[in-house]
């Protein structure tokens, strides 16, 4: 990291420094070599037109001294030609052995009487010169300055300027290393933030001072890491809050992932099976009632709340078991231990049950010795009337003890079904043979509508006891005007029957409650037509041992329907 930062930077200083090196040795040194060559020029011009003046002039020295002079005072090389361009003089060279000079372009221009200049390599030493050459009276003079003193000059001013470049280099390293280290430093402080946060520490803090980029990124995560913490202690303390509530409870809890193994479990799942939960382990390793188990793979696989009743977690004792499916896969569990809930509703049962029983036989006698007072009784008696009483609320209490005993034994499940595959019309049949005789001697219509053809699973003599339970207060409620459909239509799943009458109906507030044990609308009523309050409630407990369901429609003065249902054979 911090290499790379110190590359960048330092490729980012030599960039600079080397573009500007380029562009200042490029620009400054042509500007200033040109005004040096024009400072030289300028001063050249001068010189020779002097020493043309001079040449003119000065009669007491030769030409030769003349140009050695001149040359010497101006630092350059000083030669004189006559018109034809022959050399006369030359400071550095003897003029006799000089070729002739005409056709140089600085004298073409002197010989014609002008100032006239031209720079160029000389033939002798190979290097370049300026030439200048001024007229003189029978002649030209011309001075001639070597430039390599300018090239020399500009080669130190490049060189001067990549020491200083290098100079330069050295510096933007060490700034560079200096801002690298710094920076890195800080990115580094960053990372071992970040390496704590994802280690679970999340009370870190880079706590950076800074206000450039680096700090504004970590006072952003200092702000993020502090809303994490509080929002971690607040997930933690919801968390313990919910697992002290869950292990309070008396019914045991178990969480199963999408994998079926177990992800949490409370402590009254702990109590109930011996070896403990055991953590991230297959569910079937806690529990291996089958019920259970299909139970949560319904909600698992099913995403819907699934019940069962598990038996055999503990021998002798059964659990009501729910599974809900929860939000991110997998299942929770809730198992509540029914074992004492069932033994005191089989106490109550077997109570009901008992005494019924134990009412029976002095109830067959009381009606037995009071059929036979009734028979030697003379007609206009009042104890006749008595035993006629006597009788009727006999007759009354043994069909209650009947129907408590009926109701006993289909609630405890101990009264044996023999489901079999039935076609609804027969049933139907069944039931309507039973009471057509008596509806026609009470002046009732009565009908039969069928549409359902698929054979359902019912016990026939129980579902023949569902009608009649049925029919029998169609009879007894049904009120003046006298109908009773009987019908069945097929539903998804199931066939569904009914019995509807065309009496007064049934308020909607009570249709909730009438298949509740001794719930009347009208006890009066009720108890005046020789009903129990049970008939409904056993009808009910007969279909929900069948899969079935039961309810109540009506609407006042239009009748009422009872509904139910059998499922068909091939679903059930
Ligand atoms: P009961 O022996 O009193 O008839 P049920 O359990 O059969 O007991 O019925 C409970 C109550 O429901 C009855 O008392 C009656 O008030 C009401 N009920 C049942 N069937 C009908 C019906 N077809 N029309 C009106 N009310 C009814």
Do not use: C
Not at 168 to 175: C, N, P, Q, R, V
Not at 454 to 475: C, G, K, M, W, Y
């Amino acid at each position: 990291m911090r290499s790379r930062i110190f590359f960048k930077l330092l490729a980012a200083f030599v960039l600079v420094i080397a573009g500007t090196t380029v562009t200042i040795d490029f620009l400054v040194r042509r500007a200033w070599e040109g005004s040096l060559r024009q400072e030289i020029e300028r001063n050249l011009n001068q010189k020779t037109v002097l020493f043309a003046h001079r040449v003119d002039t000065d009669r007491t020295h030769s030409l030769q001294d003349i140009a050695a002079q001149e040359g010497q005072a101006a630092g350059a090389r000083a030669t004189i030609i006559d018109p034809t361009g022959k050399v006369l003089a030359d400071s550095e060279a003897d003029a006799s052995l000089m070729e002739n000079h005409a056709r140089r372009k600085e004298f073409i221009a002197a010989l014609q009487g002008t100032l006239g200049s031209d720079e160029r390599r000389s033939h002798t030493l190979g290097i370049p010169f300026l030439y200048v050459a001024a007229p003189v009276s029978g002649g030209a003079v011309r001075l001639a300055y070597p430039l390599s003193d300018v090239e020399a000059a500009t080669r130190r001013v490049s060189r001067t300027l990549l020491v200083s470049s290098a100079l330069a280099f050295l510096i933007a390293m060490l700034i560079a290393g200096i801002a690298a280290q710094y920076s890195a430093r800080r990115l580094r402080r960053i990372v071992a933030f970040a390496d704590r946060i994802a280690a679970g520490d999340l009370s870190a803090r880079i706590a950076e001072t800074s206000a450039d980029e680096i700090g504004q990124v970590a006072a952003a995560l200092d702000k993020t890491a502090r809303m994490l913490e509080e929002s971690f202690a607040a997930l933690q303390t919801s968390q313990r809050q919910l697992e002290t509530l869950l292990n309070s409870m008396q019914d045991a809890v178990i969480a199963v992932g999408r994998d079926g193994r177990v992800q949490w479990a409370n402590r009254g799942m702990d109590r109930l099976v011996p070896q403990r939960t055991r953590l991230h382990a297959p569910i079937i390793e806690t529990v291996r009632d089958p019920d259970f188990l299909t139970a949560v793979r319904g909600a698992n696989d099913g995403m819907r709340v699934t019940s069962a009743r598990a038996a055999s977690i503990i021998p002798g004792r059964t659990f009501d078991v729910t599974a809900a499916p929860m939000p991110g896969g997998g299942a929770v569990a809730v198992l509540r231990d029914l074992t004492e809930t069932e033994r005191v509703e089989k106490t109550r049962r077997d109570f009901i049950a008992n005494v019924s029983h134990e009412l029976r036989t002095p109830l067959t006698s009381i009606q037995g010795y009071t059929e036979t007072l009734l028979d030697s009784a003379p007609e206009s008696n009042h104890a006749r009337e008595f035993l006629e009483i006597i009788r009727k609320n006999a007759t009354r209490m043994s069909r209650l003890t009947e129907d408590l005993l009926t109701l006993a034994r289909v609630e405890s499940g101990e009264q044996p079904f023999d489901i079999q595959p039935v076609a609804p019309g027969e049933l139907l049949e069944e039931a309507a043979q039973s009471f057509r005789e008596i509806a026609r001697n009470q002046g009732i219509e009565f009908l039969v509508e069928n549409s359902a053809q698929t054979p359902v699973s019912a016990d026939r003599e129980a579902i023949h006891q569902v009608f009649s339970n049925l029919i029998d207060n169609a009879l007894k409620y049904g009120g003046t005007r006298r109908r009773i459909v009987l019908g069945a239509r097929p539903l998804e799943r199931d066939v569904e029957f009914f019995v509807r009458d065309s009496g007064p109906g049934i308020p909607f507030e009570h249709l909730s409650r009438l298949f509740e044990r001794f719930y009347r609308v009208d006890k009066a009523r009720s108890r005046e037509s020789g009903g129990t309050g049970l008939g409904l409630a056993i009808a009910k407990h007969i279909v929900l041992a069948h899969g079935g369901t039961i309810r109540a429609e009506s609407e006042l003065n239009h009748g009422s329907t009872f509904l139910f249902t059998l499922p068909i054979v091939h679903a059930a």
